[in-house]
């Protein structure tokens, strides 16, 4: 989608789309926020490494599963950022695939991976003293951050932290030949999520998902939808994902948040 406009309606991670609008791709996004989560539990390391604090990641080397504009990266690096003191400019960062938009360049402690290598591999032997979104890790990595699962509740808890990871993107030639399809697309997705919510909210989905019970505890915790879709609602966690890809030199520059979003649906909440 990024670089060929292969289609009409995309869903897209987040901070794709912010390194893509500002490279002026010529799409636009919905206030449909399809993906939420905690990064908490997205960072391994080996224990021959030594890593007594997060902290003691300044200085190392931490790979990230493909790009360093990946979401998941940049939630899991704003963490260490806010909650562990970590100086990330004091880190290299060592991606294991090439960047979403091809026109981007990142910061100078961005080194990628030589062909061949493994993430996984280089955390296990102490090459990498972390990684970032590593799927197969084997048995004998252990997670940076114990017990992560609870640490993320407890971030929602203490500072509101509920991380965005995708939305809905759509071509601008689209928008702007068919006005009402933008409030049309929002408004298919709020029924649909509706139905959903509908169902987890009557514990009447017979095998849920760890994202399902994931909802079901945030629902829990803060009273609310889990899924809200709107700008109003989701509008900290908006702020604090621009804060982190623009400290982290993906955005040059704050975008306006209004600015991000199809114009017919910049009032919508649902």
Do not use: Q, S
């Given at each position: 989608m990024v670089r060929e406009l292969e289609f009409d309606v995309c869903e897209m991670a987040m901070t794709t789309?912010?390194?893509?609008?500002?490279?002026?791709?010529?799409?636009?996004?919905l206030p449909i926020f399809l993906v939420r989560g905690f990064h908490h539990g997205a960072m391994v390391r080996a224990p021959k490494v030594g890593l007594r604090d997060p902290k003691d990641l300044e200085g190392r080397k931490v790979g990230v599963n493909r790009g360093y504009t990946v979401t998941t990266g940049v939630w899991a690096r704003g963490i260490l950022q806010d909650e562990y003191g970590v100086d990330l400019s004091k880190v290299t960062w060592v991606p294991s695939g090439d960047e979403h938009v091809a026109e981007y360049r990142p910061p100078g402690n961005v080194k990628p991976l030589q062909p061949g290598g493994s993430l996984a591999d280089l955390v296990a032997t102490g090459e990498l003293a972390a990684a970032v979104g590593v799927d197969s890790s084997p048995p004998d990595l252990l997670p940076l951050i114990p017990d992560a699962t609870e640490a993320g509740f407890a971030a929602l808890r203490r500072r509101g932290h509920y991380p965005i990871n995708h939305l809905?993107?759509?071509?601008?030639?689209?928008?702007?030949?068919?006005?009402?399809?933008a409030t049309d697309v929002f408004e298919a997705f709020v029924?649909?999520?509706?139905?959903?919510?509908?169902?987890?909210?009557?514990?009447?989905?017979?095998?849920?998902?760890?994202t399902d019970l994931m909802h079901r505890r945030v629902m829990e915790i803060t009273g609310a939808d889990p899924l809200p879709y709107g700008i109003a609602p989701n509008r900290a966690a908006i702020d604090?994902?621009?804060?982190?890809?623009?400290s982290q030199r993906i955005l040059d520059a704050r975008p306006d948040v209004e600015s991000l979003f199809a114009d017919s649906t910049v009032n919508l909440t649902g």
């Open positions: 789309y912010l390194c893509a609008k500002a490279h002026g791709k010529p799409f636009t996004a809905v993107v759509v071509r601008d030639d689209l928008l702007a030949a068919h006005p009402g399809l029924e649909a999520k509706n139905l959903y919510l509908d169902r987890l909210r009557r514990n009447t989905i017979e095998e849920p998902t760890p604090e994902l621009i804060k982190h890809a623009t």
